[in-house]
């Protein structure tokens, strides 16, 4: 609707309204791939960093003669704009696209032309004063403005991934220290085992978070190396001599990270390995939350006819049918996210593994997974520390009468009467419906009251050094 621009490839023409920053690569993009409804500009970390790799690459060129001064300049500035997030909306096509992210680079090269075009005082489209692809995309190829890209972005988006992670340590520890001092009975294969404390429990998921913690950041360090200058293969066809260098120098300044440039720019160029070790390390990540939202569920089950040992907030009614009923939903709804994230590594695993000779064409699927997966399991640990964690109580008195009405205090006594006489006393007490203490101390007269006491201590029932403080 309204005035238009006629703009042509090697396919043809095309009338683009006026008002439209993209051009003609992008909007066919648009016809050809509507698969996932979810477009470029839902990603705004990644258009930033497709503005800093433009940018980057117009700075490289200017000074190793490839581009006009003034050329340059209004590349940057229409970079600095991506950068700033003043032209998000005009990045339509779809995440998974055919043809290894050029719809995606040429959506880039086309806004920031155009922009550079109003600054240099001419009309969007006018692009023989300054063209998507002799200018924009100068010294560039889609294989290595896009991977590049994508790690930049993929980079600082993990950040804020692992700022969740720790965020979740933090939270377990809270709670581990404040139930410090509340006796549970430990399990092992869903039978009693021996006791513990509640405090215990939550330190012990507050370390297996931190351990990830350290693995993501390991794993972050892998997209670091980048391939900028390698354009079509590798090979750095038409880039002039000194530009890979230049150019990747320039980059690590704007963004502010150590990236560095590949020794082996042709190996760089199809190689997917740290895409398939970051996401085996959020799916590792997911594999260890949803085991504790397990946890989670389990200990609170019931109310009246299961463990009922912690309570977590009541956040909705569980039923349609059944009055009074609360359910899990939290914990329930991060199990199903980390579902997603573990079917993501196998996703990004056959992609990597799709790479065919010089070009690896299957990177949009793989950024597809790795975005969505950082986005979704950050969403949903947050959900999980606000909407459950932090309001996490114990029943003390409950869990405290089951340790003492539980047939695994029974280990105790080894040391004090021996396996065989333990195990007797266990077994008795397994057919009779007695407990440990009324077999040991009332009938059998085995250790005193006294002793009993000193033995079925807090203190003594566990390891001091594991509680926190």
């Not at 150590?258 to 390995?273: C, F, Q």
């Not at 101390?441 to 009993?452: A, G, P, T, Y």
Request: proline share 4%; glycine share 8%.
């Amino acid at each position: 609707m309204g005035n238009t621009r006629k703009e042509h490839d090697f396919l043809g023409e095309l009338n683009i309204p006026d008002h439209l920053y993209y051009g003609i690569q992008t909007f066919r993009a648009v016809e050809n791939f509507n698969i996932t409804g979810i477009p470029i500009s839902k990603e705004p970390l990644f258009i930033k960093a497709l503005g800093y790799v433009k940018k980057a690459a117009a700075m490289a060129n200017k000074d190793c003669g490839a581009l006009d001064a003034k050329i340059a300049e209004a590349i940057c500035y229409g970079s600095d704009q991506l950068i700033a997030g003043k032209f998000d909306k005009e990045f339509v096509s779809d995440l998974i696209q055919g043809g290894a992210g050029t719809s995606v680079n040429m959506n880039a090269n086309e806004v920031i032309a155009n922009i550079g075009l109003e600054y240099l005082g001419h009309k969007k489209g006018e692009y023989n004063f300054l063209h998507p692809n002799n200018h924009v995309n100068c010294s560039q190829s889609t294989n290595d403005a896009y991977p590049s890209a994508f790690r930049i972005a993929l980079y600082l988006k993990m950040d804020h991934f692992i700022k969740t992670l720790e965020n979740l340590e933090i939270a377990f520890t809270a709670k581990g220290i404040e139930f410090n001092r509340v006796l549970k009975m430990g399990r092992t294969q869903l039978q009693d085992a021996v006791p513990m404390t509640l405090g215990q429990e939550f330190h012990a998921y507050a370390t297996t978070i931190g351990e990830d913690v350290k693995r993501i950041k390991d794993a972050q360090s892998l997209v670091l190396e980048i391939n900028m200058g390698a354009t079509a293969i590798g090979t750095k066809v038409n880039a002039p001599e000194g530009y890979p260098e230049i150019c990747v120098k320039y980059l690590a300044q704007e963004v502010g990270i150590p990236l560095t440039l590949s020794p082996d720019l042709i190996e760089a160029t199809v190689d997917t390995g740290a895409y398939v070790q970051i996401m085996g390390t959020l799916k590792r990540t997911a594999v260890k939350v949803s085991k504790i939202c397990n946890d989670l569920r389990l200990l609170s089950s019931g109310p009246r006819t299961g463990f009922n040992e912690i309570n977590l907030p009541a956040r909705q009614p569980g039923s349609s049918i059944m009055p009074g009923k609360v359910n899990p939903v939290i914990p329930e709804v991060v199990n199903q996210t980390c579902f997603y994230v573990i079917g993501q590594d196998l996703t990004v695993t056959m992609a990597a593994e799709a790479g065919q000779l010089q070009l690896n064409v299957m990177e949009p699927v793989i950024a597809f997974a790795m975005f969505t997966s950082l986005d979704y399991l950050s969403n949903a640990i947050e959900t999980l520390i606000e909407k459950c964690i932090n309001g996490i109580t114990a029943n003390e008195q409950h869990c405290y009468n089951m340790v003492m009405n539980s047939i695994g205090i029974v280990t105790q006594l080894n040391p004090i009467l021996g396996y065989e006489e333990s195990a007797s006393i266990a077994g008795e007490a397994l057919k009779t419906g007695k407990s440990v203490h009324q077999i040991a101390v009332v009938e059998r007269k085995l250790i005193s009251q006294d002793k009993w006491e000193e033995i079925y201590s807090i203190e003594n029932l566990i390891n001091p050094k594991f509680i926190t403080s």
